[in-house]
């Protein structure tokens, strides 16, 4: 391994931490805006030009809340929860290709930080842990509210792995590969070429999926405020319930890029213009979170389950055994 | 005015419709065909459409609160102003504690003296914002319009005194003879052609 | 007092008696006739005429017609409901439309009758006057609001006997005469006296001079008059009324504390004024102005209760007064029962003895009449007593019984006293010498007793007073004479008033002398009666039908009192005579029939009121604080045998005795748990204090507590009394009295009442010592010396001064042996 590698890869983990950092930051402003533009209204106006710095206020509040232990929660794990969940937003992200690689200064960057040939097991498993966060933190929490909640998202998650992992069956079958990058060069050919034409189910489920597992309208029931509070949050006050934050904006951002390099055709064919489209792309699906939340209702938790196992895996399941049918003939 | 609508007390029937809504599916099959209707009627995008639409035309309706205001009306009922007389400037209030007596949450006291001129003064007068429903019966009861309710509906400050002391009440006296006090149209104050209800008494002199 | 007669009224039959007025009736039983100017108990005026009713086709005024038996009444036709009207338009004439301030609040008859009425517009008009209003120092008197009902008039003379107000020319313009044609016939005639009247003082003078009993105020059915103090310190409504029983003398007036938060700042609560049933009870002025009284600011100090505690331990003796409730004297009999304290309370001993001595011959517990039926009866004797100041209840009852029923009366007393002898000409002071109430009990005996059945060694007793003489009387005769005289006569034909001369028989009254043989009575000439004792008491006894005598303190206190006691019940015995005894104080009957007392004093001694070793007082002047009488509830026994309860009117955070008998081993949660115990007390009931009712019905009975009930007593068959003793006190005198308004140190406590105790006398006491008002005297007797202000007093007469016991700091009590007159020396100083 050589010096500039390590610093490289160094320099990639902060510029992810940083910059997902920010991003749920911005995605909190933009979701506040368009959610207000939707409904006729104006969004926050009043720190900073146009509210711009309302996440730098809502930044020094949370960091600056006094932080509440409860009395009767388990300490340690209380404390520990909101860590895991931003943790795994951030630590999933590292199988990601941003962007295409280039060179600067004489030496080509790679913006991925791992390049793993089985980059997609890999970010299914860390989605998979990001259970541990809700979990842990509503059973330790001592509170009613946040006990339903882990049990929502314990269901729910486990649940919905299930019709990520069948509906990313397909696609896998006709790349052939579990990393990233190949599914991108996959769909260089241009829009035709994006699998979102050829695996139009798979899609859909996956973006289902996605939905239920960042917990997103219209599947918001792991902290469904009318009816449990804030969840597995309610205890929490300050800058741990503030990871909770940053962790379930990551994740939206996370799961964006995800779609994005999987179905859309990811930064294609590595010109500037694909990079910037990639980002397109991902703004697009981010902003498609946000719609939806204005939009539509939640269903219940029981229809979730019903959706999840009685609809969407026999389909993924019948979309399997058609993909590999067809590659068979 | 007809009273028929009052008369009628079958409550589930009157005034309710029913929405056409087909029955629960039985059948498995029915299930089936519900499902995929709901799937695919496109009920969704039309929700997608309506807010994606509304973003467009950025009709916006905030009211940016402080620093834009939307008028209040004449008969607002805010924090209690205590009205002078006009010209002289004089309180308008002579203590005779109807308002006191008739404030149904009980937060207006008063303390009354005989004065060095034989008349009542009121020395003492308080309202109990914190208890106050803003119902507007001292207003009402008032037989002088000297309570009447101000269309100041901002009334945080550290101390709720600072909107229970009769001095803060009543209009400064320089309005009352500059005659820009504002009369209240709400609650108790007089009503048009009052005039003409009013009979005469013969006088004698 | 039977119903005996049937008598409709608006097709409703009720039972009356006969005689009684139809207003009275009416209201007996709940029939709604409107009166403006009528008050129960007093005579008619007929200021408002309102009161009309039809009966038996007649239009009569229900306050003055009489109801016969089978009259048919009618209360409203269509002539009375335009002369209604009319009256009450009458009234709106320039009354100030003050509503909003006036003191009355809304407790205003005028605007009751005006909207039961209906008066929604006015037809009538005179121009109006300006007219200034007056402080009469308690009373506030504004004539622009008096409507001249004539209540407060007719109240002063008739129950309260001072007539110190009267109507008195009004000024300003007369009527339109228009009017007389236009008008409903009453309401002009009511009209055209209202017009012309306002009310006054009796003397014209700037000032009230009166007893300051203020039921004139309480009867005001504006807010003419009002309490000077009261005056715009609260409107009616706010007030909170405590029913209770008054604390400051035994007459246990049924009062309201009115009561209402103190001010913004602070919600304890507080007594504004006082206000009774004035149809059927009447206030003096110690009852209407002095209720704040209270304990204030007493606090649970625990220090001072464990020394309380500690004391109790240690005392063999509790000194108290009578200024507490029943129960708490039940609580101290139950204390003396387990600790076997000593408890001493000289003024219900003595009083307590002279029952007792009283019961062994009229073989009654308790004396048999009360001052109901003294209101009852037409003609009345007072002994021993300063009535207007011991019990001014029974002062008016005095002056009512003589101004309502054609009574005369008699007083004997030391003292002379011009606001009895201003009652009526039909009472008769006898102002004897000190110690002579035994003669003045003989000479009832012999004047009225039924000598027939009288113990014949009295009789005799009796006859060796009696000689006869010759003396020259006066007579007058009637004369007929005939006189000329102008009269003035309408002229039928022409209309118009002339003046024609007419010849009148007429009797006029002559002047004879004449020499008749009288008898003498030895006994007048010791009370030093006046000469023509027996032509006027012969005049008096006219028609006279129901008896009572009232005897007060001086009797209880006398060095002979056990004689006197027998004497009295002598009269009750053998004579027509209806008996009343006036106990000294608030409590005195109960605390006498509750508690065991004793005479010698031990030697640690605990104080309750009063000063001692370790003093509880409930004028915050003693070592642990206890509540006031208007801090607790409890009951009061009053002069008519009558337990009164009384409540809480103000909150008192202190300790109570009962907290102390507790700690001593009794138990009760609260005081008034002992009420049901009083029941083992002779006489007493065993009802709970929950249980016992405090108001009057509209037919005036008193529904109050429950009366004590009539104990016999053995009766010794031994009547016989000691001859009179040749005693006498020399030299100069002074008595052991209260001026007007006060009783106790608690009516001196009150902000109203409050003043400092002096000296009082008479001018001519004044001029005899050379003394004036505000120097200062050495008063010394052979108990002791003490040093007061000259006060002087214009509601006695006489050379006998007195001291007052409501200053605590003037230690006037002990200056006397126990009888209320001694013999001083005046010094001034």
Redesign the interface.
């Known amino acids: 391994m050589d010096i500039a590698f390590l610093i490289e890869t160094v320099v990639k983990i902060v510029v992810i931490l940083l910059v997902f950092s920010a991003l749920a930051g911005f995605g909190t402003y933009f979701e506040r805006k368009v959610l207000a533009f939707m409904q006729r209204r104006l969004g926050p106006m009043h720190v900073g030009p146009y509210g711009l710095l309302q996440i730098a206020a809502d930044g020094i509040k949370l960091f600056t809340k006094e932080d509440i232990v409860p009395q009767n929660v388990v300490g340690p794990i209380f404390k520990i929860a909101p860590v895991i969940t931003a943790a795994t937003a951030f630590m999933a992200a590292a199988a990601i290709p941003f962007m295409p690689s280039f060179t600067m200064f004489g030496y080509e960057v790679h913006p991925i930080l791992a390049d793993i040939n089985i980059g997609i097991l890999y970010i299914l498993g860390v989605m998979g842990i990001g259970l541990y966060g809700p979990l842990l933190g509503g059973l330790a929490s001592a509170n009613k509210w946040a006990l339903i909640s882990t049990a929502r998202a314990a269901s729910i998650f486990i649940s919905y792995e299930v019709i990520t992992g069948l509906a990313l069956l397909a696609p896998l079958m006709m790349v052939g590969s579990l990393s990233l990058i190949d599914f991108n060069n996959y769909q260089v050919g241009g829009i035709a070429s994006w699998i979102v034409w050829s695996q139009p189910v798979a899609f859909v489920l996956f973006v289902i999926a996605g939905f239920a597992e960042t917990g997103r309208t219209p599947f918001h029931l792991v902290a469904n405020d009318h009816e449990i509070i804030d969840g597995f949050g309610t205890e929490y006050s300050g800058m741990r319930w503030g990871l909770f934050f940053i962790g379930e904006y990551a994740n939206m951002f996370f799961i964006s890029f995800v779609i994005a390099i999987l179905f859309l055709g990811g930064y294609g064919d590595g010109s500037g213009l694909g990079a910037l489209a990639l980002l397109a792309k991902v703004s697009f699906i981010f902003f498609f979170f946000l719609w939806t939340r204005a939009a539509w209702p939640d269903v219940r938790p029981d229809q979730l389950m019903w959706l999840c196992w009685k609809v969407l895996m026999p389909i993924a399941v019948i979309n399997i055994v058609i993909t590999g049918i067809v590659m068979m003939f | 005015m007809s009273l028929e609508q009052f008369q009628d007390r079958n409550v589930a029937e009157q005034n309710y419709f029913h929405v056409d809504i087909p029955d629960y599916p039985t059948t498995g099959w029915g299930k089936v065909k519900r499902a995929a209707s709901r799937t695919f009627k496109g009920e969704l995008f039309v929700g997608l459409w309506v807010v994606f639409r509304e973003m467009i035309k950025f009709d916006i309706h905030t009211v940016q609160y402080p620093k834009e205001k939307l008028p209040v009306g004449p008969r607002y009922r805010a924090v209690h102003e205590m009205q002078r007389l006009f010209e002289s400037g004089t309180e308008r209030c002579i203590g005779c504690g109807l308002c006191e007596k008739i404030c149904i949450s009980n937060c207006i006291r008063m303390e009354t003296k005989l004065d060095e001129n034989s008349r009542k003064l009121v020395t003492d007068y308080t309202i109990n914002l914190g208890r106050c429903i803003f119902c507007g019966y001292c207003a009402e009861v008032c037989p002088e319009l000297a309570i009447v309710h101000g269309p100041r509906y901002e009334n945080v400050s550290d101390q709720r005194a600072h909107f229970t002391d009769f001095s803060d009440m009543l209009t400064p006296i320089d309005a009352a003879i500059s005659g820009t006090q504002k009369e209240f149209d709400g609650f108790g104050a007089v009503t048009p052609h009052e005039d003409e209800r009013v009979k005469t008494t013969p006088l004698a002199y | 007092m039977e119903n005996n007669i049937t008598i409709t009224i608006d097709g409703k039959e009720i039972q009356t008696r006969e005689g009684e007025f139809i207003l009275n009736a009416a209201r007996a039983n709940n029939i709604f006739i409107p009166a403006i100017c009528y008050l129960t108990r007093c005579s008619p005026t007929l200021a408002c005429r309102i009161c009309l009713v039809e009966a038996d086709g007649k239009q009569v005024y229900a306050c003055n017609a009489k109801a016969k038996d089978g009259m048919n009444i009618t209360t409203t036709t269509e002539n009375i409901e335009t002369e209604k009207r009319a009256i009450m338009e009458v009234y709106d004439v320039n009354h100030p439309l003050e ?3 006036c003191d009355q ?1 809304g407790e205003c008859e005028l605007q009751n009758y005006t909207l039961e009425v209906g008066v ?9 006057t300006h007219k200034e ?1 007056v402080d009469w120092g308690l009373i506030h008197y504004d004539p622009a609001l008096c409507i001249v009902c004539e209540r407060c008039t007719t109240v002063c003379k008739d129950m309260i006997g001072d007539a110190a107000i009267k109507t008195v020319p009004r000024g300003g ?1 007369a009527l ?1 005469t228009d009017y007389k044609a236009q008008m409903p016939k009453d309401a002009y005639a009511m009209w055209n006296k209202l017009n012309k009247s306002l009310i006054g003082t009796a003397d014209r003078s700037d000032m009230l001079d009166c007893t300051d009993c203020g039921e004139c105020t309480a009867v005001c059915p504006v807010g003419a008059l009002v309490s000077s103090d009261f ?5 009616a ?2 007030q909170k009324q405590v029913p209770a029983t008054c604390a400051h003398c035994s007459a246990g007036c049924q009062i309201s504390y009115d009561v209402k ?1 103190t ?2 700042e602070n919600s304890d609560e507080k007594i504004y004024r006082v206000k009774n049933e004035w149809n059927y009870v009447s206030l003096c002025g110690a009852g209407r102005y002095g209720y704040d009284f209270q304990n204030a600011d007493a606090v649970k100090d625990e220090t001072a209760f464990n020394a309380a505690i500690a004391a109790f331990k240690k005392a063999d003796t509790i000194a108290f007064t009578s200024s507490i409730t029943n129960e708490e004297a039940f609580i101290l009999r139950r204390l003396k029962e387990e600790r076997g304290y000593k408890l001493i309370n000289n003024e219900a001993k003595v009083f307590k003895t002279f029952l007792d001595d009283y019961s062994k011959i009229s073989g009654q517990q308790l004396y048999g009449a009360d001052l109901k039926m003294v209101h009852a009866s037409d003609f009345v004797v007072s002994i021993g007593s300063a009535l207007k100041t011991d019990n001014p209840n029974a002062r008016f009852a005095f002056n009512n019984s003589i101004t309502m029923n054609k009574g005369a009366g008699l007083y004997f007393h030391p003292i002379k006293d011009p606001v009895i002898d201003g009652l009526s000409k039909n009472v008769m002071s006898i102002n004897h010498a000190p110690l002579q109430e035994e003669t003045a009990l003989y000479l009832m005996l012999d004047l009225f007793a039924d000598k027939e059945n009288l113990p014949k060694d009295i009789t005799k007793y009796l006859d060796s007073f009696h000689s006869k003489k010759m003396i020259t009387i006066e007579e007058t005769i009637k004369e007929e004479i005939i006189e000329k005289v102008m009269v003035k006569q309408l002229n039928k034909e022409t209309g118009e008033e002339e003046e024609v001369e007419v010849e009148k028989k007429k009797m006029v009254p002559k002047k004879v002398s004449k020499e008749v043989e009288v008898d003498d009575n030895a006994l007048l000439a010791q009370l030093g009666a006046p000469a023509d004792f027996d032509e006027k008491l012969q005049k008096f006894l006219k028609k006279k039908e129901k008896f009572s005598l009232m005897v007060g303190p001086d009797l209880y206190t006398h060095p002979n009192s056990r004689n006197l006691a027998r004497l009295v019940a002598l009269v009750e015995k053998y004579t027509q005579f209806e008996l009343v005894m006036i106990p000294a104080l608030a409590n005195t009957l109960g605390v006498s029939l509750i508690c065991d007392l004793d005479e010698e004093v031990g030697e640690y001694t605990i104080g309750y009121n009063t000063k001692a070793d370790f003093t509880l007082s409930a004028l915050g002047d003693g070592d642990l604080d206890m509540p006031a009488l208007n801090q607790q509830e409890g009951t009061l026994t009053s002069i008519n045998k009558r337990v009164n309860p009384t409540n809480v009117a103000l909150s008192y955070g202190g300790y109570v005795l009962n907290d102390i008998a507790n700690a001593l081993g009794l138990d009760a949660k609260y005081t008034i748990d002992y009420t049901k115990e009083l029941g083992v007390v002779k006489g007493f009931s065993r009802e709970s204090f929950d249980d016992l009712p405090n108001h009057y019905t509209n037919s005036g009975e008193e529904v109050r507590g429950y009366l004590l009930k009539r104990i016999g007593i053995r009766r010794s068959s031994n009547e016989s009394v000691n001859e009179l003793e040749d005693i006498a006190i020399q030299s100069d005198i002074v008595y052991l009295a209260n001026p007007v308004l006060q009783f106790t140190a608690f009516t001196n406590a009150s902000h109203q009442l409050h003043g400092e105790g002096g000296l009082y006398g008479s001018e001519a006491f004044m001029s005899k010592h050379a003394l004036n008002a505000g120097d200062k005297v050495n008063v010394k007797t052979a108990q002791g010396e003490v040093r007061a202000v000259m006060i002087h007093d214009n509601k006695i007469d006489g050379e006998i001064a007195y001291l007052p016991t409501f200053d605590v700091n003037l230690n006037s009590e002990a200056l006397f042996s126990g009888y209320r007159f001694s013999s001083a020396s005046y010094t001034k100083v």
């Not at chain 3, 929604?120 to 109006?128: A, E, F, G, L």
């Not at chain 3, 005056?231 to 409107?235: K, L």
Request: hydrophobic share 25%; with cysteine.
């Open positions: 509503c909003g301030v609040s929604d517009s006015q037809s009538y008009s005179v121009p109006d209003a313009d339109n005056q715009y310190a609260s409107n409504w706010e938060h001010d913004i």
